[in-house]
């Protein structure tokens, strides 16, 4: 397929097509990414059912936060599927390249480095972008339309699942950057932005379950 | 939105922008199936780059098996994510018949059980399908195309979150049935799925990670 269309505008049924063909790109990057929009619009989603509210007026200030947050993020993760999956053809690209002289394998490696990097980092974004999703979903888990609750649960396993996927992405390029310490940075930032993913979607879990209201945020005051 | 038309001919950017929208539909239920898809799909794609390759062709028959399978289960999951808005949307509807009279109050009750039912039976057969996708990556792992073994453990992380998204969903509506028996049996078969979906996640990326090779399943002779 032409890459430089991008996956936003092919319908739902064609991305999922080409996804599943025997091309390598689009793969299990671009998959991640919108599987973190798919969670960003459910947030946006939640906080669109909360505002205006009277129950929640108290979250007025969270709510009036969260939408235009949450849409930016539905925003970015769908340029971050196009993005991992341009990054991901440059590689292939670079491996293609002639190997036949000394200063053909030395022009190659340089572009396999150059290439590897770009393939880590586009999944990087989307780990930290995976983030600042169950972020939001955390905060209005108790502070938000009741009767969606659960969408919020949903929110946070797509985030998790985005982020652990993306990660997956961005360990196996790290020995193709030919830079250990380099490497051993993005693999513990990496580990990091998971492990609070993980973290902030058990406790959105149970809260959602709990099923208990909570006060606003020091930041969003009633 | 008009719900009777199909998520799968929308774009992507389309439908996430209805699941932003603050109507409750489509909700976490139909984003549950759309993610299951995704692995459904990453799972047609590992099979499509490892079919009639020398150098897996011990493993023919098992991917032979896998892309028509997988495929049906892309399908089969974009279908479920229409059906689980609809089912959604019937609760809805009960909901707003009219209470005045005893008779009304009757016709509304049963109308709602009724809803309640369907708005579980349609979560759990994503439950099953999520199932189906993360077996299928299982028995691939080790008998496909190395360079793509990460979209298997992709696609085990799309379905645990397809799973538990739509067993979230069995949850909330298992009250509203109004028959604690088969409450507790659509609640213990759904546990008992989900357990089997994280158990086959886990071993796919074990070995994903692992990286090594193993032999034909009995049923796939080489």
Chains 1, 2 share one sequence.
Do not use: W
């Not at 939408?67 to 999956?85: C, F, K, S, T």
């Not at 340089?110 to 972020?135: M, N």
């Not at 938000?144 to 196996?172: F, G, Q, T, W």
Request: glycine share 6%; net charge negative.
């Amino acid at each position: 397929m032409d890459t430089s269309s991008r996956f936003r505008d092919l319908t739902v049924a064609q991305f999922v097509e080409v996804l599943a063909s025997g091309e390598p790109v689009p793969g299990g990057g671009a998959a991640a990414a919108i599987a973190g929009s798919l969670g960003a619009a459910l947030v946006a989603m939640v906080a669109n059912l909360s505002v205006g509210r009277p129950r929640y007026a108290e979250h007025a200030a969270l709510h009036a936060r969260a939408i235009p947050a949450a849409q930016e993020l539905v925003d970015r993760l769908l340029v971050l599927a196009d993005e991992d999956a341009e990054a991901f053809a440059g590689y292939g690209t670079a491996m293609r390249l002639p190997r036949e002289t000394d200063e053909e394998r030395a022009v190659r490696a340089a572009a396999i480095r150059e290439a590897a990097l770009a393939a880590t980092l586009s999944p990087l974004r989307t780990v930290e972008a995976s983030l600042e999703v169950v972020a939001l979903a955390e905060e209005l888990a108790g502070r938000s339309n009741k009767n969606a609750s659960s969408d919020l649960e949903v929110a946070a396993l797509m985030s998790v699942a985005a982020c652990r996927s993306a990660a997956a992405n961005v360990y196996i390029n790290l020995p193709s950057l030919g830079d250990e310490h380099r490497a051993r940075e993005l693999f513990e930032r990496t580990e990091g932005m998971a492990d609070a993913v993980e973290r902030l979607a058990s406790r959105t879990r149970e809260q959602v379950r709990g099923g208990e209201s909570r006060g606003p945020l020091p930041a969003d005051p009633a």
